[in-house]
């Protein structure tokens, strides 16, 4: 890798990039590294070369390879992160020592590395262009992993496949994602990856062969529907997503359609349905197999057509039909939106990822970095399953009744849905709708699932629903629900031993001027006489006290002082057994 070989590569896709500020860059990185090998023996300068090569593929702006060329400057040599602002200002300075920050970490899948990974959440929801920058860095790494020691090698690989690779995900970056995947996965199970190797290669190339027999018939219908076609092209699926896959499918291969995916690139979403509705006029459709990720986008933004079909020779073929945009967006995600928002224009940059990171659908990143905040003491052996349970795991798409989508793991169930939905909403929640059928709230919901939660104004959390919920979310919220409840009928009963103890201490008062009355009495309640009734010792109601009754469960009704702090209690907690009492008038 060299710097005019970098140079053409931005050149493909940005004529009018910043050539000058890379140059620079590039000239002060190799001054800085000047004597330092990697493990291979290389130039310490091909690393921050090929890291700046790999954004290029992804088409990021100036800004972002000038800063991948720096990346190691600060953290690696005798130049200061003041030196990188003052020779290119404050916006190159800010991501360089985020991925210096981010390159003191080290994964060991163990607890005591939970506050690095706490660090590297939370850089990636300050600026995304951290995290993107790190993933070329990485991305590098695992291709020149063979240099290293085999006990690293295998701790980095798990690294790229447990942290950096759902976060590629999430982010929609599909071109480094399936890159590091197959890397990582060839160091982290070497036997499982060559088995795979040998029992696939054959079907790769067969099927390659077979669809390029289905190139021509496509064309020539998309010409004769008058549709603008693009580019049609096949994919072969990454050798870590079919390993997962295949755990699915009871490691049967023949299961397996989309072993190689023919991509058909048209001009617009019209043009998407139509040639949707052209290919289901050529082939028949499996029954279930057709997915619109254009209205209905996966969490990463992902959008496309895909539908399986019985193709010719009765071949079983997945297709995926998709815009252009929507093409880039799949294999670039968010990266492929900063070099648009770039070209705006904002010198204060800070100002500008905000509004970057708004309009890029990254909500995600915001629940996030608020997961993170109300979840600061979490203990250190529930973080790393609680951030892959919440935001890593394969997603399902829930719907409410009026057809707000809520995000929730797979197997999530409706207290999940409840929590996710409003904090009150989970903790009132009483019982489901699950497709407008009334469903036990511990029923996992699938994809695609309609949910109305029934809320009751006394419900409260049950400490059996720790065992059914998938997210840390309503977890958490069922903890705190169930520990105010505990904290408060500790109070109950603290203040009723301190009533018990001040009536043995002190002398029981003699009113001069109101006579005791009896335990049991005859009182108005609701407008009715000659109920028989008891008088409540933690108040000790008189003639003429303003009074209420509490309707117990087996003794009838007490009578209590209103203003009775025991009475405000009960009020609170049972306000459909407090009803309106008198003293009778002779």
């Not at 049991?520 to 109601?541: D, M, Y």
Request: proline share 3%.
């Amino acid at each position: 890798m060299t710097l005019n070989k970098l140079i053409l590569k931005i050149y493909e896709y940005d004529k009018k990039a910043d050539f000058e500020l890379i140059k620079k860059a590039y000239l002060l990185a190799k001054k800085a590294h000047k004597g330092q090998k990697r493990m291979s023996g290389e130039d310490y300068i091909i690393h921050p070369l090929w890291t700046a090569h790999h954004l290029a593929e992804l088409k990021s702006t100036s800004t972002m390879i000038a800063a991948g060329l720096l990346h190691d400057v600060a953290e690696d040599t005798e130049i200061p992160i003041e030196v990188i602002k003052k020779e290119f200002g404050e916006e190159i300075a800010f991501l360089v020592e985020g991925v210096s920050k981010l390159g003191k970490i080290k994964y060991h899948g163990v607890e005591r590395e939970v506050e690095n990974l706490r660090k590297l959440f939370l850089a990636m929801a300050e600026d995304i262009r951290v995290i993107i920058i790190k993933f070329c860095d990485r991305l590098h790494n695992l291709e020149t992993l063979q240099y290293l020691p085999k006990n690293k090698q295998k701790r980095i690989a798990l690294e790229a496949l447990e942290i950096y690779s759902p976060i590629a995900h999430r982010l929609g970056i599909g071109e480094i994602k399936g890159k590091m995947e197959d890397i990582a996965f060839s160091f982290a199970y070497p036997k499982e990856y060559q088995g795979l190797i040998e029992r696939v290669k054959d079907k790769y190339e067969e099927r390659e062969e077979y669809l390029k027999k289905i190139k021509p018939l496509l064309e020539k219908g998309t010409k004769k529907e008058k549709i603008e076609l693009i580019k049609i092209h096949s994919r072969a699926k990454h050798y870590w997503s079919l390993y997962q896959k295949l755990k699915q499918y009871d490691n049967d291969l023949s299961k397996i359609y989309d072993l190689v995916a023919l991509r058909i690139i048209v001009r617009d979403v019209e043009d998407c349905y139509k040639t949707i509705g052209l290919i289901h006029g050529f082939w028949r459709p499996l029954p279930g197999r057709i997915k619109d990720y254009i209205a209905l986008p996966k969490l990463n933004g992902y959008q496309s057509l895909h539908t399986t079909i019985f193709c010719e020779d009765g071949k079983i073929v997945e297709l995926q039909v998709r815009t252009e945009k929507m093409h880039n967006e799949a294999e670039f995600g968010i990266a492929a939106h900063w070099r648009y928002s770039e070209t705006k224009g904002s010198k204060n940059f800070i100002k500008q990822k905000t509004i970057k990171n708004s309009k890029n659908n990254l909500k995600w990143v915001a629940q996030f970095k608020k997961w993170q905040e109300e979840n600061e003491k979490i203990e250190p052996n529930r973080y790393l399953e609680s951030i892959k349970t919440d935001f890593f795991n394969k997603r399902i798409f829930i719907f409410t009744p009026k057809g707000s989508v809520i995000d929730l793991p797979e197997n999530a169930c409706a207290i999940d849905f409840a929590y996710a939905v409003h904090t009150e909403i989970g903790n009132r929640c009483k019982e489901a709708k699950i497709n407008g059928k009334i469903s036990m709230l511990s029923k996992s919901l699938k994809n695609g699932d309609i949910v109305e939660i029934i809320t009751a104004k006394l419900k409260k959390p049950s400490r059996d629903w720790l065992n059914i919920v998938k997210t840390n979310l309503a977890r958490s919220q069922i903890k705190k629900q169930l520990k105010n409840k505990l904290d408060s009928e500790k109070e109950i009963i603290q203040k009723e031993k301190v009533a018990k103890i001040t009536k043995k201490i002190l002398p029981k008062p003699v009113s001069k001027k109101k006579p005791l009355m009896p335990k049991k009495v005859s009182v108005i309640l609701a407008g009715e006489k000659g109920i028989s009734t008891k008088l409540a010792k933690c108040c000790s109601p008189q003639k003429d006290d303003a009074i209420k009754a509490y309707i117990t469960k087996n003794t009838g009704a007490t009578i209590h002082k209103i203003g009775c702090k025991n009475l405000e209690r009960l009020e609170k907690k049972w306000p459909q057994r407090i009803i309106n009492a008198s003293w009778p008038s002779h």
